[in-house]
């Protein structure tokens, strides 16, 4: 315990009104991920993939070749206010859409069992004709 404390003590900053451990929490996982990308990337250039003929592969791999390359390149929707979208970027939009819904309903629907049904509220009735009836 007294080891921790003294790390956040001794990494604390003042850079950009954040403190050192947090700050490096967030960024190194990016950092991480860019430096094994560039990695992944120069060992690709230097030792490139040999190409199969398509004979060679069976018939499902050929499909899911085509469809994952398609799934990135082929376009859906032309001429949207968004520009051209691919299924990648509807599925991205769907699982974004599908999360904001799920949290939005997580909040809502406790809220509505707190709303009491059985209890008319006074106020002014809706459909009242009294004024025309003499």
Known sequence: MEYKAGAIKDTR??????????????????????????????LLRKYPEREQRTSELPKWSRFWAKFSNAMWTQSILVGTPMGILTAADLALITVVGFGFLLLFCNRLLPALDLVDHTQMKPGRERYSFSYCIQ
Request: aromatic fraction near 24%; proline fraction near 7%; charged fraction near 5%.
């Open 13 to 42: 900053s003042d850079f950009l009104n954040l403190s050192g451990p947090y700050y490096l929490m967030y960024t190194l996982p990016v950092f991480l991920f860019a430096i094994l990308t560039l990695v992944y990337l120069e």
